[in-house]
């Protein structure tokens, strides 16, 4: 019998032994394909020696040093690598354990960052429906995915949340692209007017939304004009690339693809690739600034914050991911990815959309493809299409309430960033059987 509390109680699962490249084994031998690197985090593989050694060096040299009294070697240079490689003015690193630690310091910087720069009557936070930027209260109460908030509803701060760019579902049809674009951007300015152009501290969203909407790019020319919102009202811009960012995309910083920088930034899971619990929050020197030349002390902290062994894997991974030009390889596998995915599922009756950016994919399942409505959230199509790829050794990322929270269903695929022309095939082939499965 189990003492461990998993994420499922009425699920048996299988003991994962090892990984070896793009797989993972359990323990009676099984192969998976990880297709979905986890929750978009293996971005390197399984068994890297270059990031396994980095590891255990470090951990001989210096395995733990609190920085309330010490800043580490690692912790330095991974910080200097990321700025040396970072847009705009962003220019100080505060290192975490992990996504939801990057966008809680976030929210609390912005907060303070208001308190010292004289405007303590900064408090709303703005995010979109159906995002989702982590599991602490303060966090989850700026995420708009109304399943994972309910039954916390009572403990949540009050934040407002406007449309996602959703081209897809939400698009008009007498609109264009742009237009569309420019039209949910707009909610942001009308949303700061109704609660106060000065009560409103920052507004957040994800570059290209991840887990509750499935790989969902914004249109050309939103994000720009979400900027100029932000900057005529004062109002701090917060990026979440915790899942869309260190190359995922294509671009180290997923916000490059939109020639736009953030005032804070936030960076996880493909930071440390899985070989460690690391995650970053990153700010512009004019945030930086003020908390250094007023209190000096920003009033946040977890023990393991700036670990030196997270931060030793952290840089090893970057530098990998930066010195063997793997950022071009996302760019070529996912457009491979894309075109094999639109050939064997772009006609599919159930599949209503495939969209993404570099490796980092979404298939949105549809009860009829020319209406686009989802099917019924009782048919349980993502759960079950998970179990199907599961069965014939492919790891993906099928994810219920893709429209509201509720209906809904899409797979998210974000294979390693060392996934070869071949296992791009075997990603469609598996995905493709399952999706048969489930909605033929």
Known sequence: MSHVFPRHTKVSLPTAQRGEGCYLYDSNGKQYFDGSGGAAVSCLGHGN??????????????????????????????????????????????????????????LKLARQYHVENGEP??????????????????????????????????????????????????????????????????ELEEEILRLGPDTVMAFIAEPVVGATLGAVPPVEGYFRRIREICDQYGVLLILDEVMCGMGRTGYLYACEAEGIVPDILCIAKGLGAGYQPVGAMICTSRLYRTIEQGSGYFQHGHTYIGHPVACAAGLAVV??????????????????????????????????????RGLFMGVELVADRADKS???????????????????????????????????????????????????????????????????
């Open 49 to 106: 020696q270059e990031i396994i050694e980095a590891v255990q060096k470090q951990l001989s040299d210096l395995a733990f040093a609190h920085t309330g009294f010490f800043t580490s070697e690692p912790a330095e240079a991974l910080a200097d690598i990321l700025i040396g490689h970072a847009p705009g003015d962003l220019d100080r690193v505060y290192f975490v354990s992990g996504g939801s630690e990057a966008t809680e310091a976030a």
């Open 121 to 186: 009557q900064r408090r709303h936070i703005i995010a979109r429906k159906q995002s989702y930027h982590g599991n602490t209260l303060g966090v989850l109460a700026a995420g708009g995915n109304e399943w994972r908030r309910a039954q916390f509803s009572p403990l949540l701060i009050n934040a407002s949340h406007i449309a996602p760019c959703y081209e897809y579902a939400e698009k008009r049809d007498d609109e264009s692209s742009h237009d569309y674009g420019q039209r949910v951007a707009q």
């Open 319 to 356: 530098n990998a991911i930066i010195g063997k030009g793997l950022i071009d390889d996302v760019r070529i596998r996912g457009e491979r990815l894309r075109s094999s995915l639109t050939d064997a599922l772009g006609q599919h009756p159930n599949v209503g959309d495939i969209r993404g």
């Open 374 to 440: 989802p099917f019924d959230a009782s048919r349980r199509v993502a759960a079950r299409l998970k179990n199907a790829a599961f069965e014939r050794g492919l790891i993906c990322y099928p994810m219920p309430g893709t429209r509201d929270g509720k209906s809904g269903d899409h797979v998210l695929l974000a294979p390693p960033f060392i996934t070869s022309d071949l296992q791009v095939d075997e990603i469609v082939g598996k995905l493709t059987l399952a999706v048969n499965d489930v909605c033929g």
